[in-house]
């Protein structure tokens, strides 16, 4: 997997929206932090504009990501949220264009397939906190980011877990937001999985028996089944119905891990959480238990 190059001060991030709407001024805030800290920074076309919930049509989504691509100054793409419509805007996306920019892309949740895309191109890209949460997210999870934009290391911190089955871990990593992965089956943009690989999930707002059903959807599919080991971060404001499930989010997978004989490490600080430090998609990590930054 092609890691792009890595940022130094002066590099130029440019901010977009595959998604939902996002106003100039969320924009400018984090711009501002990134102009701080020694970055260029480009607002892309897709700032600012609101077509129903989204970041102005799929076309002009669409086409914003190309010029980005497209732009030889351009280092990183930081996608600013999420929410739901990246998937919308790809049949306006050349995957020439993603092969050849080499350039880094961030962001999380609903952008879990555009990271699938790039990485089916080969290029590993960063999940990492939206631009729009800089102010709900802690700002050691943002410069963890920028660590990793420039070629630091950067450990993951785990919590402590009754379900976890491993304190560390180290390897390949492959994954993002669960509901994601799962409507990404038989599409060409779902990630590849190859032996040793560690699955990363995280999920928010999602009903208990949604969380099996996808679970048994990715082990029928024998997507699942080739990972040594999964790594689980937040699982957010899950939802019951009136007649209970009967186990936890936690549980459920658990249940899955245990079935195929895989070991599991949970309270990864990524995902729909404050803690939500940067995972490299496609690359090493090391998921530490022991709080090493």
């Known amino acids: ?44 076309k897709s700032i600012g504009p609101s077509h129903h919930q ?7 989504r669409g086409e914003d990501f190309c010029t980005a691509l497209d732009h030889p100054d351009v280092k990183a793409i930081w996608c600013m949220r999420g929410g739901y419509g990246s998937v919308r805007m790809l049949t306006y996306i050349d995957e020439r264009k993603v092969r050849n920019a080499n350039t880094w892309l961030l962001g999380f949740s609903d952008v879990t397939i555009l990271h699938g895309f790039f990485q089916r191109c080969g290029i590993a890209s960063i999940h990492a906190p939206m631009g729009t949460l800089f102010d709900q997210t802690d700002e050691r999870a943002f410069l963890c980011t920028i660590k990793r934009l420039e070629g630091e290391s950067c450990a993951i911190p785990v919590l402590p877990h009754a379900l976890t089955t491993l304190t560390t871990l180290k390897g390949r990593v492959v994954g993002g937001n669960l509901s994601m992965l799962y409507s990404m089956q038989g599409s060409p943009y779902m990630p590849k999985s190859m032996d040793n690989d560690i699955l990363f999930l995280e999920e928010i707002d999602e009903y208990l028996y949604h969380i099996d059903r996808m679970m048994w959807a990715l082990r029928n599919s024998n997507w699942i089944q080739s990972f040594s080991a999964w790594a689980v971060g937040g699982l957010t404001d899950m939802n019951d119905h009136q007649l209970p499930f009967g186990w936890s989010a936690e549980e459920i997978i658990r249940q899955h891990a245990d079935d195929l004989g895989v070991p599991i490490i ?28």
Request: proline residues 4%.
């Open 266 to 293: 949970f309270g990864v600080s990524s995902g729909h959480i404050r803690e939500n430090y940067p995972i490299v998609l496609g690359a090493e990590n090391e998921f530490c238990s022991e709080n090493k930054m």
């Open 1 to 44: 997997m092609n890691q792009p190059p890595f940022l130094k001060k002066g590099d130029t991030i440019y901010l977009l929206s595959t998604a939902r709407s996002v106003t100039s001024a969320q924009a400018q805030r984090f711009a501002q932090w990134l102009l701080d800290i020694g970055y260029r920074v480009i607002i892309g």
């Open 54 to 60: 989204f970041a102005g049509s799929d076309k002009l």
